[in-house]
């Protein structure tokens, strides 16, 4: 199995060099190096390296007696087909995992060496021998459909299956050719999620931990591909749960009550509300601010109000599998995060994203994870500059909502509490919205912008805190914006003026 991955320079002084492929993915052009893997042997070596032109390839070796032993890929053992077959010869998962792990740092995009190079779109070329790539009903190759709306110039050289027998047909594989201008960790994400999803097939058991890989390599564009689903369930090898848990966490959309992955009752909805609030809006990386889908907007304003109140220590109470956290994690400027959440499977789910077992003795002092409830107190997380509230308050029955007040306001008594809620009045504007329905099946109430500022104005007079009301999402002329934010700052720490009625 063969993968090439080419760049071009060119020859004015101080142009683009095309050697610095050598340095974005942290292979040397000068030595061939083989690194032995789960899957069989990689070889990693440049057939042509220069300035102009440099192409870097890897060649993977599978045995293949040694995957029919293994029963990779299941089968019957004492079939013929274990033993004759194309596995060591065609891409599949094998190569998706081999790109994984030779290439991991130039995957992640990250080049300590010539980081704008690695953070820039750049001319390659990919060329792939023996994919899989079944025709639909207009003769286009899957390969097509896939690579394609990500940019790419696809070319599939397919042959017939036999040459001295026509009547066979075409074959099930192709010589694979991508062109575009594109980031090199963007490229390899395509070829580490697309390669599993061509063959429809992984050498592996497939566990709840291929849910976090396909979110982390298809950020940024898997969500708005318009074979989406397909990939998912491919990607997942159909298993109905995780196809599920993925697709919600791709819209930004909380785990449901009793639904197929099972989660438990969180005090949260992680990102976002609703799947319809994702599709009101939808995630196009290359959008602006305004034409981000309405979860990614609201962790904006969340991550401005931080900001303005100048907080450093915060917790996000009913921190979900850790969207919010992530992005605290990556500000330096917060020196102490605490993520809360009721349930350990969220948490357990946010130490995985936040990679919490690679990280260092001083990054798990400064991010940690605690299982509490926003109705319980809690001494671990008083005394901070922030607390967050995200979507939170509506997963409170309203009996058990004075008891979130004491733990928060008048125990925790952070420097300020930042809260954001459904605006019961904009969901109007949702077309797949039964009227008088929730957004969500969890949310035990929906508050209207006066509901929320009443109860708002007799929490900071209870507490001794002044309040700011923001909007999140256009603000609608007749019904407000989709998601209400109010701040809250202490009244001995807040500055005059800062209250304000939007």
Avoid at 142 to 149: C, D, E, I, Q, V
Avoid at 265 to 282: H, K, M, S, V, W
């Amino acid at each position: 199995m063969l993968v090439t991955i080419t760049t071009t320079g060119d020859t004015d002084p101080g142009g683009v060099d095309a050697l610095d492929l050598g340095h974005l993915l942290h292979k040397h052009p000068g030595r061939a190096q083989t690194f032995s893997l789960s899957v069989g042997d990689a070889h990693v070596f440049y057939p042509e390296a220069t300035s102009e032109r440099c192409t870097a390839a890897l060649l993977l070796e599978v045995d293949p007696v040694g995957l029919a032993r293994s029963r990779r890929f299941g089968g019957d053992t004492l079939a013929l087909a274990q033993y004759v077959n194309d596995r060591p010869y065609a891409s599949s998962s094998m190569v998706a995992v081999a790109i994984g792990q030779v290439f991991r740092t130039a995957m992640g995009g990250r080049s300590t060496s010539l980081p704008e190079r690695a953070a820039a779109p750049m001319p390659l070329e990919v060329t792939l021998t023996s994919v899989p790539s079944e025709l639909d009903q207009d003769g286009t190759g899957l390969a097509t459909r896939l690579f394609a709306p990500l940019g790419w110039d696809v070319e599939e050289h397919r042959r017939l299956l036999d040459e001295t027998h026509p009547a066979w047909g075409p074959a099930p594989t192709v010589g694979l050719t991508l062109r575009g201008t594109v980031r090199l960790g963007h490229a390899l994400r395509h070829l580490y999620v697309l390669l599993p999803v061509l063959d429809d097939a992984k050498h592996y058991w497939v566990n709840d931990d291929e849910v976090g890989k396909l979110l982390r390599a298809g950020e940024g564009w898997l969500a708005d591909h318009p074979l989406r689903d397909l990939i998912t369930a491919r990607y997942l090898a159909h298993q109905r749960g995780m196809v599920v848990d993925a697709t919600d966490r791709l819209l930004g959309v909380e785990d449901a009550v009793g639904d197929t992955v099972g989660a438990a009752t969180a005090d949260r909805d992680g990102a976002a509300t609703a799947d319809r609030e994702a599709r009101q809006t939808p995630d196009d990386p290359a959008a602006g601010p305004d034409h981000a889908p309405l979860y990614r907007r609201r962790a904006d304003a969340v991550m401005a109000a931080l900001h303005d109140v100048g907080a450093h220590t915060v917790a996000d109470l009913g921190c979900g599998e850790g969207a919010l956290l992530m992005r605290l994690k990556a500000d330096r400027s917060f020196t102490t995060v605490i993520g809360s959440d009721v349930s350990p499977r969220e948490l357990a789910r946010a130490e995985r994203r936040l990679h919490l077992d690679e990280a260092s003795d001083a990054e798990r002092a400064r991010i940690r994870l605690v299982q509490s409830s926003v109705t319980y107190l809690d001494d671990r997380i008083a005394g901070l500059d922030a607390a967050v509230l995200m979507e939170v308050v509506e997963h409170v029955d309203p009996g058990r909502l004075p008891a979130l007040e004491v733990s928060v306001f008048a125990v925790a008594r952070p420097g300020a509490v930042i809260v954001t809620t459904p605006n019961a009045e904009h969901n109007v504007r949702f077309p797949h919205l039964d009227a008088g329905h929730v957004r969500h099946e969890d949310h035990r109430f929906e508050w209207t912008r006066g509901a929320f500022r009443a109860w708002s104005e007799r929490v900071a007079a209870d507490n001794g805190y002044v309040v700011e009301y923001r909007p999140v999402g256009d603000d609608d002329a007749e019904v407000g914006p989709p998601t209400q934010m109010a701040v809250f700052r202490r009244s001995d720490l807040a500055t005059v003026g800062t209250v304000a009625a939007a």
